[in-house]
Nanobody
Framework: QVQLVESGGGLVQAGGSLRLSCAAS????????MGWFRQAPGKEREFVAA????????YYADSVKGRFTISRDNAKNTVYLQMNSLKPEDTAVYYC??????????????WGQGTQVTVSS
């Protein structure tokens, strides 16, 4: 069983930066991935970025490539999302998520409570 707690959201002007953190606790999987999804009002939840815990391989949505960076701290069981050059279109609730790597996706088993990111123009 895994519990996820996000932090780091807030209000920022366009072009600014934020770093989100997600701390995991509880038992871990032998092979799992962690990542971020986001959901804006009236829109479907969409994938943002993910990282394989074992290999460190990263994956990004095209909309954030070159601006966002996902990383992990194995000792702290924490995943980060560094968000640079933020745009108003990035405004959403960001959710940390985790699951077995083989089934990682929008129906993951574990989700954080979400943290609001608002980018003003």
């Amino acid at each position: 069983q895994v519990q996820l707690v996000e932090s780091g959201g807030g209000l920022v002007q366009a072009g600014g930066s934020l770093r989100l953190s997600c701390a995991a606790s509880g038992r871990t999987f032998s092979s799992f991935a962690m990542g971020w999804f986001r959901q804006a009002p009236g829109k479907e939840r969409e994938f943002v970025a993910a990282i394989s815990w074992s290999s460190g391989s990263t994956y990004y949505a095209d909309s954030v490539k070159g601006r966002f960076t996902i990383s992990r701290d194995n000792a702290k069981n924490t995943v980060y999302l560094q968000m640079n050059s933020l745009k108003p279109e990035d405004t959403a609730v960001y959710y940390c998520s985790a699951d077995r790597a083989v089934q990682f996706g929008p129906k993951n088993d574990y989700w954080g409570q979400g943290t609001q990111v608002t980018v003003s123009s």
